[in-house]
């Protein structure tokens, strides 16, 4: 029955707000891996460890060999809004690295239990460190929550367990672990293939061979032809193209008029962040259709790198989504550019059989 008064209008409880929050930023398991595969490079790492249990939601694991964790910044590691990559609003207009706003470890701690053990180089011990709910947290009942000394090497490893385990509408959602795994794996992919000087390993818990294995000096058509096979490397043309004009730089791999299947995979980088654009996505599939079969697709890895001040980065908490100045007209030069690529190799291949 509708109220005949209205009702009084009171503030939510900081620790809903937050749940609420993190349920905007961490759909699935795949979001709180990106999230914390981009913190670890960040953090200048070369070497990433992944072990997922349940499709991640049992166990994600990530290790990284990076910069490691202050133990003084351990109390508000996982406070919401606290960051070291971003102090005031002007900086948003040069953000270089990958996080920028202090969410993702607090949302995560939100609705997992997390686990972080973490070494800086000059620290003699590693730390571990349990958080709930922003804070820190004993890791059994009883127990302090301090940080505890242990052994361990420089860089740190996050264990979320348990995602969504606050969250019950949300877990029971989720019907197949192998659906969420694979969601993780082609993540893990994508950064795999763009950070080229990054070693990657992706391992389901309980197997003995990893789905993903990259190492540190694969070049970037290597870590293709082990991530994508052999058939999408060995049909590939690079391009690289810029305009100052409207800022932007583009480089990638597109594969040639040999290679059509029946799905596009466009592995596109903004400024080093993975994101999806319906527009780049259609402007690409258009100017293939007159080189490829009919239902023929393409594969193509771009990484587009936009003077900062033209991007929006904070249009959405999960920043899947980027906005920028002259979007059609860098579009437009990126395609313009892959067509004659394209066409020159077709034209090669005519030279070819004609003589
Ligand atoms: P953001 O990335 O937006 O700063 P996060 O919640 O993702 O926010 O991380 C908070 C802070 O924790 C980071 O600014 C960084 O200082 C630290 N941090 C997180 N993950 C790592 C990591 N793997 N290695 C080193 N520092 C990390
Ligand atoms: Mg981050």
């Known amino acids: 029955t509708p109220p005949t008064h209205p009702r009084r209008i009171r503030a939510l409880d900081p620790d809903v707000v937050n749940k609420i929050a993190a349920g905007e930023i961490i759909v699935a398991p795949v979001h709180a891996l990106k999230e914390l595969m981009e913190n670890a490079v960040d953090a200048g790492s070369t070497s990433l460890e992944i072990l997922v249990k349940e499709g991640g939601l049992k166990l994600l694991q990530i290790t990284d060999n990076g910069s490691g964790i202050e133990k003084e910044d351990l109390p508000i590691l996982c406070e919401r809004f606290t960051t070291s990559k971003l102090q005031k609003f002007e900086d948003l207009q040069a953000i270089a690295t990958y996080g920028f706003r202090g969410e993702a470890l607090a949302s995560i701690s939100h609705i997992a239990h997390l686990t972080v053990t973490t070494k800086t180089k000059d620290s003699n011990c590693a730390w571990r460190a349990c ?64 950070c080229s000087n990054v070693a990657f390993s992706c391992k389901k818990h309980g197997e003995s061979s990893s789905s993903i294995a990259v190492q540190t000096s694969a070049s970037i058509v290597d870590r293709i032809r082990q991530i994508y096979g052999g058939s999408v490397a060995s ?20 594969t040639n008029a040999n290679y059509s299947v029946k799905k596009t995979t466009l592995l596109l980088f903004i400024n080093h962040r993975c994101v999806e654009s319906s527009n780049i996505r259609k402007a690409i599939e258009q100017t293939y259709s007159p080189f490829l079969p009919k239902s023929g697709h393409p594969f193509v890895y771009l990484s587009l790198e936009i003077d900062p001040r033209r991007v929006d980065v904070n249009v959405h908490p999960t920043k899947r989504e980027v906005n920028f100045l002259n979007e059609d007209e860098i579009i437009q030069a990126i395609c313009e550019h892959i067509r004659s690529k394209l066409a020159a190799v077709d034209t090669s291949r005519t030279f070819l059989t004609q003589t």
């Open 235 to 254: 049909e590939l043309v690079d391009f690289s193209t810029s305009d100052d004009r409207w800022g932007f730089k583009a480089a990638g791999l597109a």
């Open 131 to 194: 958080y709930d709910s922003g804070r820190l947290a004993p890791a059994k009942p009883g127990q302090s929550p301090d940080p505890k000394p242990v052994a361990g090497r420089q860089g740190t490893q996050i264990a979320v367990e348990d995602l969504f385990y606050s969250v019950p509408n949300r877990r029971r959602a989720f019907r197949s672990a192998s659906d969420e795994y694979n969601k993780i794996i082609d993540m893990v992919g994508r950064y795999a293939v763009h």
